[in-house]
């Protein structure tokens, strides 16, 4: 009788036990389903702690044009907004579009007239969250070699011209420029080539003159090419060349993402204004050029606002050459700006 007792004790212990774990492990459970919850309702890659970080894939170019960007990258501007910003190289902006479009690319650099062709084809819907540059007299260059076939600009009819993708504002501001001097589109051959392969083809006589940008132009002037033409002079004098634009709908899943990112180029754009000797430091990190090079490089300026009035030069200037028809364009509607922009 008493070791019947005893069992049934030490089965009622046994019990008691089990039913103690059980609750544990199911209370648990419950906290984890909760907290996982609350995980789980933000969006992929959207922040809700400052403490987390949400990474940016951007398209970019071995171009003076993107030097604030890598100020802002240098300077861990990107890092106290909790950003992490992965770089991926393009040859234009035209290239970038499409990655964007795919979802490869969250943002990408690229030249204004690009950006807003795709708009107006519907390619894709763009929202342009930061400027990135403007031109000013010497910064965009048709170059040719002294000794080549080219000693004049009439000289290239028949020619052929490299640019570093088709249609875009390279493209265009050539085709500006040569008009007023009576050489017409039908006239030349425009070949697609990267930047950084213009001076040696020009060198090689591969072209008869390349549309050049920052350093790429100081490299030319080293290997014995001169300015055939500006690009950046009389009609298209301080023309906008280049921001950095997403998706709408990248945009708009990621609106705070898209408002720290515009606020870090606002930074270091204003920063990279006027501060020559920091951008000199900044190119032979980035494009490969070397110091002695980078001191000669003939700098624009950065806007660090993001107005719709700057860029209705370009599209008047596509409107000029028929790139766009004439019915009013809405360059307004494809900024972004942060809900709380007064601006907006």
């Known amino acids: ?64 044009d993107v030097a604030p960007l890598h100020l802002a990258m240098k300077e861990g501007y990107f890092e106290q907004e909790g950003l992490e910003v992965n770089l991926t190289q393009i040859a ?13 690319l969250d943002i990408t650099f690229g030249n204004w007239v690009s950006f807003i062709r795709a708009q107006h084809k519907g390619t894709v819907d763009l929202k342009i969250v ?37 249609a875009n504002l390279n493209e265009l501001t050539a085709l500006t420029t040569l008009k007023t001097h009576g050489v017409n589109a039908e006239d030349v051959e425009f070949v697609t080539m990267d ?21 790429f132009i100081s490299r030319a002037n080293q290997l014995g090419a001169k300015t ?36 870090v180029m606002a930074k270091a754009q204003a920063e990279a204004n006027g501060d020559r000797s920091t951008i000199e430091q900044l190119l032979p990190e980035y494009t490969k050029i070397d110091p002695k090079t980078a001191a000669l490089v003939t700098i624009g300026s950065y806007p660090s606002t993001l107005e719709s009035s700057r860029l209705k030069s370009v599209v008047s200037l596509m409107q000029n050459n028929g790139e ?14 942060a809900p709380d922009d007064d601006n907006g």
Request: net charge negative.
């Open 1 to 64: 009788m008493l070791t019947m007792v005893r069992s049934e004790v030490r089965a009622g212990r046994r019990a008691r036990s089990l039913f103690r774990t059980t609750l544990a492990l199911a209370t648990g459970v419950g906290l984890l389903l909760v907290s996982g919850c609350g995980l789980l309702s933000g969006s992929e890659g959207e922040s809700n702690s400052d403490s987390e970080t949400t990474t940016i894939n951007l398209g970019t170019m071995p171009a003076v």
């Open 92 to 104: 234009g902006g035209a290239r970038g579009i499409p990655k964007i479009a795919s979802g490869e």
């Open 130 to 166: 930061s400027d990135a540059y403007q031109a000013k007299e010497g910064t965009f260059l048709l170059m040719h070699m002294p000794d080549g076939p080219v000693q004049e600009i009439t000289d290239l009819k028949g020619k052929r011209i490299a640019v570093n993708t088709r």
């Open 195 to 215: 930047f950084p392969d213009m001076p040696a083809a020009l060198k090689n006589g591969d072209v008869a003159a390349a549309s050049v940008i920052e350093p």
């Open 228 to 263: 055939l033409l500006d690009q950046t002079a009389g009609p298209t004098a301080n023309m906008p060349i280049a921001g950095y634009a997403s998706t709408s709908e990248w945009v708009d899943n990621h609106p705070e993402a898209a408002a720290k990112f515009q606020r």
């Open 324 to 337: 766009l028809p004439q019915e009013k364009f809405d360059i307004e509607s494809m900024l972004f700006h």
